[in-house]
């Protein structure tokens, strides 16, 4: 079964900084795109900042300049720092990545979300 696990979400201050990662496991043949998406309370969710297999990225206006996506292939695993972390930054935020796996046809598949609360 291929799954894609979070981790690094907690509670901090405005300002402060979180490192996210999500890795996937499974037995997969490749992986696509990878990218990052968050929800807000009463609010849809938004995507957050995306990276493709050669390592371009795209990052949404209200993160640009804070927030950096990266990834390791060989690791099969994509990252998000959070820096100059606000309120508005609440949500739960989500791994999202587009993989191959072994014997099937490619598909998205998304994480279970990890918790990002920045208090002011």
């Known amino acids: 079964q291929v799954q894609l696990v979070e981790s690094g979400g907690g509670s901090v201050q405005a300002g402060g900084s979180l490192r996210l990662s999500c890795a996937a496991s499974?037995?997969?043949?490749?992986?696509?795109?990878m990218g990052w998406y968050r929800q807000a309370p009463g609010k849809q969710r938004e995507l957050v900042a995306t990276?493709?297999?050669?390592?371009?990225?795209n990052y949404a206006d209200s993160v640009e300049g804070r927030f950096t996506i990266s990834r390791d292939n060989a690791k099969n695993t994509v990252y998000l720092q959070l820096n100059s972390l606000n309120p508005e930054d609440t949500a739960v935020y989500y791994c999202?990545?587009?993989?191959?796996?072994?014997?099937?046809?490619?598909?998205?598949?998304w994480g279970q979300g990890t918790q990002v609360t920045v208090s002011s």
């Open positions: 999202n990545a587009n993989i191959w796996p072994s014997g099937s046809r490619p598909k998205d598949y």
């Open positions: 499974g037995v997969i043949f490749s992986i696509n795109d």
């Open positions: 990276i493709t297999r050669a390592s371009r990225t």
